[in-house]
């Protein structure tokens, strides 16, 4: 499912317009971003939390040459499905 078939989706099940769907939509993921992208956790209970996790500066190798190179730390976002969302996938 792409982002206009997720669209489509919300509008049907929130009987709204497409448009107003892909508005809500779009503001909702950019308060998410921006909230991660400042430090935030943002969790939504029974999908999941997103958050930003340190990761460590780590040596690696040029898939090209195979010579060495170090990789720098850097801050990644992170999701963690929540129970109800785990539940919902394993068919439980």
């Given at each position: 499912?792409?982002?206009?078939?997720?669209?489509d989706?919300?509008?049907?099940?929130?009987?709204?317009?497409?448009?107003?769907?892909?508005?809500?939509?779009?503001?909702?993921?950019?308060?998410?971003?921006e909230?991660?992208s400042?430090?935030d956790?943002?969790?939504?209970?029974?999908?999941?939390?997103?958050e930003?996790?340190?990761?460590?500066?780590?040596?690696?190798?040029?898939?090209?040459?195979?010579?060495?190179?170090?990789?720098?730390a850097?801050?990644?976002?992170?999701?963690?499905a929540?129970?109800?969302?785990?539940?919902?996938?394993?068919?439980?």
């Amino acid at each position: 499912m792409n982002k206009g078939e997720l669209i489509d989706a919300i509008a049907e099940k929130a009987s709204v317009t497409k448009k107003q769907a892909d508005a809500v939509f779009t503001a909702g993921l950019e308060a998410i971003m921006e909230a991660v992208s400042g430090g935030d956790k943002v969790t939504l209970v029974g999908f999941g939390s997103f958050e930003s996790r340190e990761r460590k500066e780590r040596e690696g190798r040029n898939p090209k040459t195979g010579d060495k190179m170090d990789i720098p730390a850097t801050t990644v976002p992170a999701f963690s499905a929540g129970k109800q969302f785990k539940d919902a996938v394993g068919g439980r």
